[in-house]
Each structure stands twice: as structure tokens, then as C-alpha cells.
């Protein structure tokens, strides 16, 4: 492996706390690491979303950009940008990624509408049912099996996927795919299945749309695991990525370097007006679409440099120089590793801790206590739902905790230290207890939960 193509100009002092301060401060927190406060967290693991570290290039454009309510320089910069890589005939800026969700959603769906995704995310999932959609995934089966190996394991399962907009055609106000598939451990999504998924939305008429936050890693992996690819450029692979679609949302927050922002684009003029004139009323005008001018200065240069062959190499690089400590000693993890995060298999991790007790959380709790690093549960807490009429949890099939890495942020020996830790939790798994949610809001109910321990 090369070594990182950047140099550090810049750094930014983090603190270990003693262990005792850490026990209190979580315990205080109910269990739930989005209480924390990031003075208190050594590593922070959490999300790779609004925490990249921006480049020279980046501070440079957003000092040079003016400020301007509407025709800003900034977003011609954006323009360019978005027309070479997306391709789309319209767009807008957006705050962030939930912005467009939002503005598409309550522009398409109607109550009782359903969704097809490989997977949605939580926020996707979230705007779809906050107008009264439902969303629906049909990612293929055997990626749950986090031992399977695939390459594609974010795929769409293409035969249910079709069985279902056969049954349901009537329903189905749009299809979408996310890239990479976040849920089921960050794994890509091949252009093959990508091609097949349009071929289904155009054969019964319904328009495509990409989740596209994190397109550079996906288009990487489609580079070095998808034959026909390794000789294509990252931007040449994009290109036929979005080509198949009618649109896209987007949050620039992970793959395009910035700390904010996000677009929305369509192929559709009608749609188009609609949405822009929805933006008008909750976002701003569409030159600056909920951002300050300097931050779609930001997004423009960090999507250039986002799609550079030597950077995606260093940051996958990265991510799997973290999954293969791990994976090398036995640690549960998602296999092959995905783009922006390692995953662990928590129901693995602790084949003693019911899935009702959160093992994924559980393990996520354990590692801030043993060394100060702030991961994520994506599993029990973050997907699970209430059945109303039961009042019981209706389990997802995937308990995970994410090690989510900041773009150009920690080294390798932070990577050490974060395997180091989880590590020597792991030779401690059959000790730990799991816990008792206690308090969870309807919607998007992880961000707020609050937990006990089990004694
Ligand atoms: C993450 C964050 C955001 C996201 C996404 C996909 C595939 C849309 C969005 C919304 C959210 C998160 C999760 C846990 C902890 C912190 C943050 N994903 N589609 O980290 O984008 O946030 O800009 O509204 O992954 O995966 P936005």
C-alpha cells in the first residue's frame, strides 16, 4: 500500500480521559454515544458524514468565493462540477443529504406509496414515511450473511425486485439504489446490477433515482472488483453510473469533503420546477439552495478531488488496513470490507446477548469505556421497529456496529489503537452484559434512545 498522498498542515488536539471519567460520562449519557460530547471522545468513530478534514484547495475557494443571496460564483463552480460527474440536466444545492430526500419525496410519494431501495438508509427511510410512503428493501439475500465474501454485496436483488413492481406497479412512484449500501456494511452496489435495476424502472415506466453519498467509493470498488472496469477512470465509471438513472440525491457530506451540503438532481423539467419551487419555500433560493456561498465553494473543489484514483486508493486502503487486524484475529466483521467503515457482527461478537438486548450497542458502549473511541450502532437501535399492535420489537436482520472513518482525518496508528481496543473486548465478550432500552423516540428513535445496563 502508498502511503497517504496529502501532507498535514494543520492539527487539532484530542484527549484520553481516565477510564473512570469515561464509565460516568457514558452511564450519564444513558448508554447512548450521541449524548456525548466530543471533548470527551479520543476517537470519533461515529460517522463519516460532515467530518472530513477539507483540503488547502477547499479553504482556499471558500475565502475566495463571494457571498451572494443569488447568482453566487460558487455555485457556477458547482455547476461544472455536478453537470461533468452526475451528468443530470437540473439541480440544486441542498443543506444535506435528508434536504433532498425531503424535496423529492414529498414531490413523488403519496400516502401509502411504497419505495423499492436496495436499502434505505435511516434518514431516507424517515422522509419516506414522514409523508406516509413505505419504504421497502430488496437487497439480495445472502449479503445478511456477513461471511459471505461477495463483491457486490450491496446489490439489488433483481428477480424480487421485479416480481414486486409486477404485483405493484400501480403503487410504485419511483425505485431507487443506494451507493455503497450503508446498512449492510457499507458493501457497493455493480454496475451490472445497477444497469439491471434501470432496465427493470424503464421496462414498467418508473423513474430511477440514486442515493449517491458515497458514488467515488462505490465507482472505486466497481474499478477494482467488477470485470470490464480496471482500466475505465474513476470519472468514466461515474459517468456510466449515473447514465442509468434519472436523477439523484445526494449528500455531500461524505464523498464530497465538505462538513455540509448536498444536491438534488433530475433529468425531468417538470419535476424539476416543482422541486425548485418547493426549495424557494424550505431551503433558499437555488443558487445557494441552504448553504452560505463558501460552503458550495467546498463542495465543488471536494467533488473534484473526490474522484482522484491515488485518493480513493489511500482512503479504501485505509478503511481495509482497520478491517483486516481485525478480520485476521477472528473479530466478527462484515466480509470484504466496504468503503467507508468496518462493520462488526454484533449478534457474533456476543453470541450471548439476545438481539433484544442491543449486542451491537452494547459493543459500542464497551469500546468507549476501554479506550475513548465513539462508534456507531447500526443494527437493533438504529433499524429496529415497534409493531403497534404487539408493542414488541420487530428485530432487523443485521445487528452491526460501524467504525466509521473520517476522510482524511486519523493515521494508521489510530487504526492500530482502534483494533488494539476492540481486540481486547473481544477476549473479554463472554463477561459482558448486555442492555434495556428504556426511552425511544418514533422516528429516527436511535439519535435520542436512552439505555440501563443489565447487572
Ligand atoms: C451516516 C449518515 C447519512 C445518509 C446516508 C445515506 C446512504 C442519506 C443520508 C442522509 C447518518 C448518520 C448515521 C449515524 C450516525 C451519524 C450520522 N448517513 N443516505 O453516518 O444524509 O446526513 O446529509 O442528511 O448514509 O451514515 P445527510
Known amino acids: 500500500m502508498r502511503a497517504e498522498p496529502f501532507r498535514i498542515k494543520m492539527v487539532e488536539e484530542i484527549k484520553l480521559l481516565p477510564r473512570e471519567e469515561r464509565e460516568r460520562l457514558v452511564k450519564e449519557a444513558g448508554f447512548n454515544l450521541f449524548q456525548l460530547k466530543i471533548d470527551d471522545i479520543y476517537i470519533d468513530l461515529l460517522t463519516d458524514s460532515g467530518t472530513s478534514a477539507m483540503s488547502d484547495e477547499q479553504w482556499a475557494a471558500m475565502l475566495m468565493t463571494k457571498q451572494a443571496y443569488a447568482g453566487s460564483n460558487s455555485y457556477y463552480m458547482l455547476e461544472k462540477v455536478v453537470k461533468d460527474i452526475f451528468g443530470f440536466k437540473f439541480f440544486v444545492p441542498v443543506h444535506q443529504g435528508r434536504g433532498a430526500e425531503h424535496i423529492l419525496f ?7 406509496n411504497i419505495v423499492p431501495n436496495n436499502s434505505h438508509f435511516d434518514t431516507t427511510q424517515a422522509n419516506i414515511k414522514f409523508i406516509g410512503g413505505i419504504p421497502r428493501d430488496f437487497v439480495i439475500d445472502n449479503t445478511c450473511d456477513t461471511e459471505n465474501n461477495i463483491p457486490f454485496g450491496g446489490n439489488m436483488d433483481i428477480g424480487k425486485l421485479e416480481d414486486f413492481v409486477e404485483k405493484n406497479r400501480e403503487n410504485i412512484p419511483l425505485i431507487m439504489t443506494t451507493i455503497t449500501n450503508n446498512t449492510v456494511g457499507g458493501q457497493p452496489v455493480s454496475m451490472e446490477n445497477i444497469r439491471k435495476t434501470r432496465e427493470v424502472a424503464r421496462k414498467y415506466s418508473i423513474p430511477f433515482f440514486i442515493d449517491a453519498c458515497r458514488f467515488a467509493e462505490n465507482s472505486y470498488f466497481i474499478k477494482t472488483r467488477e470485470k470490464g472496469y480496471e482500466n475505465k477512470t474513476i470519472r468514466e465509471i461515474t459517468k456510466e453510473m449515473f447514465s442509468y438513472a434519472d436523477g ?138 415497534m409493531d403497534e399492535k404487539t408493542g414488541r420489537m420487530i428485530l432487523p436482520k443485521l445487528d452491526l456496529l460501524r467504525l466509521t472513518i473520517p476522510r482524511r482525518v486519523y493515521t494508521n496508528n489510530h487504526m492500530d489503537y482502534i483494533a488494539d481496543a476492540v481486540i481486547r473486548i473481544y477476549k473479554q465478550r463472554k463477561e459482558i452484559r448486555g442492555l434495556r432500552r428504556v426511552y425511544a423516540p418514533p422516528l429516527l428513535g436511535h439519535f435520542l434512545a436512552r439505555f440501563e445496563r443489565f447487572s
Open 106 to 112: 414529498s414531490n413523488v410519494v403519496k400516502p401509502g
Open 248 to 385: 439523484c440525491t445526494f449528500s455531500g457530506k461524505k464523498d464530497a469533503l465538505t462538513n455540509i451540503g448536498g444536491i438534488l438532481a433530475t433529468n425531468n423539467e417538470n419535476l424539476f420546477e416543482k422541486i425548485r419551487n418547493m426549495l424557494v419555500v424550505t431551503e433558499g433560493f437555488p443558487t445557494y439552495g441552504g448553504l452560505a456561498c463558501r460552503e458550495l465553494a467546498a463542495m465543488a473543489v471536494g467533488l473534484e478531488e473526490s474522484t482522484k484514483e491515488n485518493y480513493l486508493e489511500y482512503r479504501c486502503g485505509q478503511v481495509k488496513y482497520l478491517w483486516e487486524k481485525l478480520h485476521n484475529v477472528g473479530v466478527p466483521t462484515v466480509n470484504p470490507v466496504g468503503g467507508h467503515a468496518v462493520f462488526i457482527n454484533g449478534k457474533k461478537f456476543f453470541p450471548d446477548i439476545p438481539q433484544e438486548q442491543f449486542p451491537s450497542q452494547t459493543l459500542a458502549v464497551e469500546l468507549y469505556i476501554e479506550s475513548g473511541v465513539r462508534a456507531v450502532e447500526l443494527g437493533t437501535s438504529c433499524f429496529g421497529e
